[in-house]
């Protein structure tokens, strides 16, 4: 190797962290935000670097262009997706940030509402609030004027907060999940409908690939009639593990050594709000690897 391509590779290794971090709260999946930086890693190799005065800068623009072009072609993609599609759960243990200065729209409730965002929105929301970077940077890179900038970072802010609830603590998070592991074994309804919210909401994204509910199941009765369905043959010979994804307690279900899925929920002092059940095998290797 070159010393060229060695000072290239030095660069690019020091600000990855971060370019996977835009890269993947712009899509919601590890896989295909490997991929981003991969190819930005493959245009840095390309350009001419004497004349790039910031090269952190170079590359979180490349990123965030390549990763605007790969959003637009994956919702062509994800509505003709099989069931609910949910963000491919990370393991944030050891980095809660996840490449970012704040772990902002990282949580799986962020993440799923920016779907709802013009890809634009979501750049500008994601450089805005978790990266923080400057009007002026984010104008540069998503190649609009400053006020359109604010504008986009602005409706951003507005119609995800039109759409939240005040979430409780991380300790209350971890409390209610372990609640509803042993309500969901037991299978007792008024143990389950005790934790849910009125309005809640189960999302399993088993991707037409395993067998998962198509659609989401809502209410209060129905989601704990729902759990308790499949109760008996569902958790027999689990072994459950905590971890954090996402920046967020959730749960890895194992059976005979193999991973089959990640549970997580969204919880508001009005209990749980959403179950998300990861089920999808090809959206499972961000995580698998904690498990022995």
Not at 67 to 82: C, D, H, M, T
Not at 166 to 193: H, I, M, N, P, Y
Not at 241 to 250: K, M
Request: aromatic share 8%; proline share 3%.
């Amino acid at each position: 190797m070159t010393t060229d391509l060695q000072d290239a590779l030095s660069v690019f290794a020091t600000v990855r962290p971060r370019l996977f971090g835009i890269a993947y709260r712009m899509l919601g999946s590890a896989h295909e935000a490997e991929d981003i930086v991969q190819e930005a890693w493959l245009r840095w190799q390309g350009t001419n670097r004497s004349v790039v005065e910031n090269p952190a800068a170079f590359l979180a623009t490349t990123t965030t262009r390549l990763a605007i072009n790969a959003l637009q072609s994956a919702r062509a993609r994800r509505e003709k997706y099989v069931g609910p599609w949910l963000p491919e759960p990370v393991d944030t243990s050891n980095d809660p940030a996840l490449g970012a200065e704040r772990a902002e729209a990282l949580s799986f409730a962020v993440l799923v509402m920016l779907e709802r965002l013009t890809p634009t929105e979501r750049a500008a929301y994601v450089l805005r609030e978790a990266f923080a970077y400057s009007y002026s940077q984010i104008c540069e890179i998503v190649q609009v004027s400053e006020v359109a900038t604010r504008q986009l970072v602005s409706r951003a802010r507005k119609h995800l907060e039109g759409e939240s609830r005040r979430e409780v603590s991380t300790t209350e998070q971890r409390r209610l999940l372990s609640a509803f592991l042993s309500a969901a074994q037991t299978g007792e309804l008024e143990d389950l409908e005790r934790l849910f919210a009125e309005d809640i909401v189960s999302y399993s994204d088993g991707g037409g690939v395993v067998r998962a509910s198509k659609f989401p199941v809502r209410g209060k009765t129905t989601v704990a009639k729902f759990v308790r369905a499949f109760q008996r043959h569902f958790w027999t010979g689990v072994r459950i593990e905590e971890t954090t994804a996402n920046g967020q307690p959730a749960v890895v279900l194992s059976r005979d050594g193999s991973v089959f899925a990640v549970v997580s929920l969204v919880a508001s002092t009005d209990g749980i709000d959403q179950l998300l059940w990861m089920m999808n095998p090809h959206k499972l290797g961000a995580v698998t690897s904690r498990v022995a």
